[in-house]
């Protein structure tokens, strides 16, 4: 399954959850809904994946978790604000740089409309 794809239908989860939910929900609701969305979906996926930052020789084996990782290729970071602010972004990029994938998604729940809160990171040459 291409990176386009596998996007594709993480996002369609999203929209179907949004739709449903709307916003305004904390978080880990969105989180756990997600999941079983994307089972539901045929996708495989990790969840709190943690991610180790190496520095100078310093194993720092937890630094971060990653909200879900799915089938190996996308990064998934959810959020429940009202507005995604450029530090939101930036963090996605530090995590692709940390786990070494190309591709990842800002979903942020808190918007009105779904379709505002998403958003599409690359970091590197996608492979597909």
């Not at 929209?15 to 994307?38: C, K, M, N, Q, T």
């Not at 020789?57 to 998934?76: H, N, T």
Request: overall charge negative; hydrophobic content about 45%.
């Amino acid at each position: 399954m291409t990176t386009n794809e596998i996007t594709g239908l993480v996002i369609d989860a999203g929209l179907e959850i949004h739709r449903g939910l709307g916003p305004g929900l904390l978080e880990s609701v969105y989180d756990a809904i997600l999941g079983f969305e994307l089972a539901r979906r045929g996708l495989a996926y990790e969840r709190q994946v943690p991610v180790p930052v190496l520095w100078k020789g310093l194993l720092i084996k937890e630094s971060f978790r990653a909200d879900f990782v799915v089938e190996g290729k996308v990064l998934v970071e959810l959020k429940s604000v009202e507005k995604c602010l450029p530090v939101h972004k930036k963090q996605v990029l530090t995590y692709l740089r940390a786990t070494g994938l190309h591709l990842g998604l800002l979903m942020n729940f808190g918007e009105a409309y779904f379709k505002g809160g998403v958003e599409r990171i690359i970091c590197g040459e996608l492979e597909d």
